[in-house]
Structures are given as structure tokens and as C-alpha cells.
């Protein structure tokens, strides 16, 4: 079977008020203790599998989960187990004689038990390998279900913590499953509670959050983006946007849960950032002739993306730039004064907890499930014709764009820096715009096309940083002569990186395009 959930993260503040909601339906209280088991050498993790063991009231149920094909769904297998079972892996000292044994062989059959025996499979005269307790939790659960228009969910928080070796993290979580019902029920309930409370959205699993805690590791590994989408060319087309909007929507949200927990990188930042580009690159890709995407994402699409930009620009400084300044000789020896991370701004954590964000994903998301979409202007084109004349479509509008970064590539020496700036986001909206078209491109001739636009495009992104730092130092010079260095190191360093641009040019140039 499957599941379809999402998580909402509660902040303190929020605690109360949240409990007193949940309490005008018919609550129940149910005590949750479970462990978490895997090999030593952490096969069902690597293969995205959790196994666990957990007490539910008076019994024993043990469940297997793995990923699903959705953001929000995953192949899930119970079974309850009785207590007699005997003792093992997921026993501690304390508890062993109660704990039932961890069996992976009750999940046999089901698609989740399948991806559990080829995790653990050895070649043949190998000793099957040990299951270890890893980490384990210890919540109260306060549950009750809702009914929505369109389906009934249950409403789940979780108070609680995870324990790895001594080590201890607080858990408190609003979880939304789907009982039964449209899948964007989900959505629209967590759209509400979500405003109401100031929760904010989380696809961090408690499995995920475990691993972490068990490892040590300070953040979990950045989520990247799948560049070519998984998708039938002659499938339905509007089934096909909603799955590109899924397969853009997961590096955001992945990144967004450890960025909003205060435990994101520089790295989380970016492939968040690459996220959102791509999710506008799709939005203009479709823009204008399609009936069911909501004008207004695009706007506030822009407007996330920009209140991250200044961390980003941080970011790049102090990673890269500033280092390099210094071993230049460069008379400043951290942030130069005045220019350090303002105190008072909004910073990346802020803003993806914020209400903003979190209705505009839950928007993106419930769209992705089948949500129903904004009326169909009159220019649209409607089915059956929309899914024959998607390719032409999307042909015609990639051949345009690709004119119109070809002829600023061509003039390039002579481009001004606003000018150059906006052809390195022409090829960033055009590499991911062509990416997310691969279903209906050819493979080959695609992939020579990429091949000449992603260095061009790192290329122009390094000119940028450029330039953006030596604005920085040029305001502050007049308050602090240091920065005069500065600002002629890095104009010549954008001199020498302005030419290092002319031979991905004249590749794109050069290159035939795949449409």
C-alpha cells in the first residue's frame, strides 16, 4: 500500500493554540515508541528504505517505507506483531525481553518488501547481515481525522524527541495523512491550518531526521535536481505539467526543511535557488497558452527568489571571493566593516518559514496532485488539441528564446554589464527551460545543446559574482579606503573572466540547437 502525507513544523509559540484546534474534534492521545533498525554498514538508509519497530498503545506494528512516485507518497507495509516474537535487533538492554524481533521477511510480496530484499541481498554463501538498533522516538501523538470538500485526512501532532546514542532532538510536527479522497485535500487542509498557527512546511521524514542525528552529520545532503524528466512523450499534457512542477518542487522543498531549521549550507541555499529558477523557467515555458497554471506564481516566485538573493550574494563573497582577495594582499581581514550580514535583515530561515512561502509551495503542490486550476482564458489552448500541439509548442517558444540569447552572444564584447547580466539569465532560463522539455526533444542532439550551455552559463554566473562584489566594495570606499583594493582587483579579474566567456560563445554559436 501506499501513503500520501506532509509534514508542518510547529513552532513553540504555536503549541497551544494548535492543541486547543485539535481538541474541537474527537481526539485521541496515543504514546508512540519506536526504533529504527538498518545494517551496520547503513543499507535500507542508502537505499532510502526505513525499518521500523514501534509501540502503538498496547501493541506492536512493525512498517517498512520507501519512497513513492509523488512528492507526498510513499509504498508503506504494517503488520502488527505479537509479543511473543521474541527478542532482537531493535531491543535495547532495558527492554529486550519485550521488544519484538525486527523481520524483514513480513514485508515479503509488497513493492516495499521487494526494494527491502534487494537491499539486504548478499551473494550467495555471504551471511545475511546483522539488523542494529540506529535511532529511535519517543512521541505522544494527538490525532483525530477531518473532513474536507474534497476528502477526509487525519490530523496528527507529534510531541516528541529522537535519540541516537545519547543524543537527543526535540520533535514537534503536524502531520496531514490522506484517509481517503482527492490527494490535494491535503493541501487544502494544510493551506488553512498552516495560516491559522504559523506552521511551515517540511517534507523531512522522522527516518531522515534520525540518520542524521545518528551520523552526527550537521545538515542532511543537499537535494539536487533531476535534469531530465522521467515522462512519456505522447502522454497527457496536463498530466505532464503537473508532474514538471513535482519533479522542481522536490530540491525546493528538500532544501527549504534543513534551510528553515536553521541547519542549511551555502550548498542547501543554491540548489534551492536552482529550484525556483527552474520552476519560473517552466511557468514562462508554458505561459500564455495553457489554461491551469495561476498567473500569480510567477510574481511570487520572484519575489522568494529575490529575498534569497542577498544571502546568496554573502555566500559567494565569503566562500570564494574574499579568501582569494586576501591571498591577493588585500587589506581587510574579515567582512569589511559596515558590510557584514545585516543583523536586521530577513535571513533565508525566516523567510521559508514564513507564510509567503508556505502558501505558495502548499499552491505549487496541490497543483502537482490535481488540484483544480484558474479558469481557461479565451487564448488557451484547450483539450484535445493541447496534448498534439505541445511539442510544436514548446519548439517554437525554446527556438525564440534561443534567438534572443544568440543575438546578445553574438555582440557580447560590446554588451554593458546590465546587458550581460540579463543574457546569463536568458541561458539559465533557457538550459532549464530545455531540460524540462527533454521528453518531447531529441536525446542525443539535446544533450550536445546542454553540453555548450552549461559552462557558458557557469562562466557568466562567475562574471556575475563579480561584479556584484565590486559594487559592494565601491560603496564602501568612501567610508573605508581598504576597499579601493579591492575594487580594482576584482575589475580585473572580471576583465580576465569577461574574455574566458568568448569561447563557450562561440561554442553556442556554433552549436546546433535540438528543436
Known amino acids: 500500500?501506499?501513503?500520501?502525507?506532509?509534514?508542518?513544523?510547529?513552532?513553540?509559540?504555536?503549541?497551544?493554540?494548535?492543541?486547543?484546534?485539535?481538541?474541537?474534534?474527537?481526539?485521541?492521545?496515543?504514546?508512540?515508541?519506536?526504533?529504527?533498525?538498518?545494517?551496520?554498514?547503513?543499507?535500507?538508509?542508502?537505499?532510502?528504505?526505513?525499518?521500523?519497530?514501534?509501540?502503538?498503545?498496547?501493541?506492536?506494528?512493525?512498517?517498512?517505507?520507501?519512497?513513492?512516485?509523488?512528492?507526498?507518497?510513499?509504498?508503506?507495509?504494517?503488520?502488527?506483531?505479537?509479543?511473543?516474537?521474541?527478542?532482537?535487533?531493535?531491543?535495547?538492554p532495558r527492554d529486550a525481553r519485550r521488544v519484538p524481533m525486527v523481520d524483514p521477511a513480513r514485508h515479503a510480496g509488497t513493492p516495499v518488501g521487494l526494494r527491502l530484499a534487494e537491499a539486504l541481498a548478499v551473494p550467495t554463501g555471504e551471511p545475511v547481515p546483522e539488523l542494529v538498533a540506529i535511532y529511535r522516538t519517543d512521541v505522544v501523538r494527538l490525532?483525530?481525522?477531518?473532513?474536507?470538500?474534497?476528502?477526509?485526512?487525519?490530523?496528527?501532532?507529534?510531541?516528541?524527541?529522537?535519540?541516537?546514542?545519547?543524543?537527543?532532538?526535540?520533535?514537534c510536527e503536524l502531520e496531514i495523512e490522506l484517509l481517503r479522497g482527492r490527494p490535494w485535500a491535503l493541501t487544502a487542509v494544510a493551506t488553512r491550518w498552516a495560516g491559522r498557527h504559523g506552521l511551515w512546511l517540511d517534507p523531512r521524514s522522522k527516518a531522515e531526521r534520525g540518520e542524521r542525528l545518528a551520523r552526527q552529520w550537521p545538515s542532511l545532503p543537499p537535494v539536487r535536481a533531476a535534469a531530465w524528466p522521467a515522462l512519456a512523450p505522447d502522454g497527457d499534457a496536463a498530466s505532464a505539467r503537473r508532474r514538471l512542477v513535482a519533479a522542481c518542487l522536490a530540491p525546493v522543498l528538500g532544501n527549504a526543511g534543513e534551510m528553515a531549521g536553521g541547519r542549511g549550507t551555502p550548498e542547501h541555499l543554491h540548489q534551492l535557488r536552482v529550484g525556483l529558477r527552474r520552476l519560473r523557467a517552466l511557468l514562462r515555458l508554458y505561459r500564455g497558452w495553457v489554461a491551469d497554471v495561476d498567473p500569480g506564481w510567477e510574481a511570487?516566485?520572484?519575489?522568494?527568489?529575490?529575498?534569497?538573493?542577498?544571502?546568496?550574494?554573502?555566500?559567494?563573497?565569503?566562500?570564494?571571493?574574499?579568501?582569494?582577495?586576501?591571498?591577493?594582499?588585500?587589506?581587510?581581514?574579515?567582512?569589511?566593516?559596515?558590510?557584514?550580514?545585516?543583523?536586521?535583515?530577513?535571513?533565508?530561515?525566516t523567510v521559508l518559514r514564513g507564510p509567503a512561502f508556505t502558501r505558495l509551495m502548499l499552491s505549487l503542490l496541490g497543483?502537482?496532485?490535481?488540484?483544480?486550476?484558474?479558469?481557461?482564458?479565451?487564448?488557451?489552448?484547450?483539450?484535445?488539441?493541447?496534448?498534439?500541439?505541445?511539442?510544436?509548442?514548446?519548439?517554437?517558444?525554446?527556438?525564440?528564446w534561443h534567438r534572443q540569447a544568440m543575438r546578445e552572444a553574438r555582440c557580447f564584447d560590446a554588451l554593458d554589464e546590465p546587458a550581460r547580466h540579463r543574457l546569463r539569465k536568458r541561458i539559465k532560463r533557457l538550459r532549464y527551460a530545455a531540460e524540462l522539455s527533454a521528453p518531447w526533444l531529441p536525446r542525443?542532439?539535446?544533450?550536445?545543446?546542454?553540453?555548450?550551455?552549461?559552462?557558458?552559463?557557469?562562466?557568466?554566473?562567475?562574471?556575475?559574482?563579480?561584479?556584484?562584489?565590486?559594487?559592494?566594495?565601491?560603496?564602501?570606499?568612501?567610508?573605508?579606503?581598504?576597499?579601493?583594493?579591492?575594487?580594482?582587483?576584482?575589475?580585473?579579474r572580471a576583465e580576465v573572466q569577461a574574455r574566458a566567456c568568448a569561447a563557450p560563445l562561440r561554442a553556442l554559436r556554433r552549436q546546433a540547437t535540438p528543436w
Open 143 to 171: 490525532h483525530r481525522p477531518l473532513r474536507d470538500a474534497v476528502g477526509t485526512v487525519e490530523l496528527a501532532l507529534d510531541i516528541g524527541s529522537l535519540e541516537a546514542d545519547g543524543r537527543h532532538e526535540p520533535l
Open 300 to 349: 511570487a516566485l520572484a519575489e522568494i527568489f529575490r529575498a534569497l538573493g542577498a544571502q546568496r550574494d554573502r555566500d559567494a563573497l565569503a566562500l570564494t571571493l574574499l579568501p582569494a582577495l586576501q591571498a591577493a594582499g588585500a587589506p581587510l581581514s574579515a567582512w569589511p566593516a559596515g558590510y557584514a550580514p545585516d543583523p536586521g535583515a530577513v535571513l533565508p530561515p
Open 1 to 92: 500500500m501506499t501513503e500520501t502525507e506532509l509534514k508542518l513544523q510547529v513552532p513553540p509559540e504555536a503549541r497551544v493554540a494548535l492543541i486547543a484546534s485539535l481538541r474541537r474534534g474527537a481526539l485521541q492521545r496515543t504514546r508512540l515508541r519506536a526504533v529504527y533498525v538498518d545494517t551496520a554498514d547503513r543499507r535500507l538508509a542508502a537505499a532510502g528504505i526505513a525499518l521500523r519497530m514501534r509501540q502503538e498503545g498496547r501493541r506492536w506494528m512493525q512498517t517498512a517505507k520507501a519512497a513513492g512516485e509523488g512528492l507526498l507518497e510513499r509504498l508503506e507495509h504494517e503488520v502488527v506483531v505479537p509479543i511473543r516474537a521474541g527478542a532482537g535487533a531493535a531491543a535495547g
Open 444 to 492: 542525443k542532439p539535446l544533450r550536445r545543446y546542454l553540453a555548450v550551455l552549461v559552462p557558458l552559463q557557469a562562466a557568466l554566473g562567475e562574471l556575475n559574482d563579480l561584479r556584484v562584489a565590486r559594487e559592494m566594495f565601491r560603496r564602501m570606499a568612501s567610508d573605508d579606503p581598504r576597499a579601493w583594493f579591492a575594487v580594482g582587483w576584482l575589475s580585473a
Open 367 to 400: 497543483f502537482s496532485l490535481g488540484a483544480p486550476g484558474t479558469p481557461a482564458p479565451a487564448t488557451t489552448t484547450a483539450a484535445p488539441h493541447a496534448d498534439r500541439e505541445l511539442p510544436a509548442r514548446l519548439h517554437r517558444r525554446l527556438a525564440r
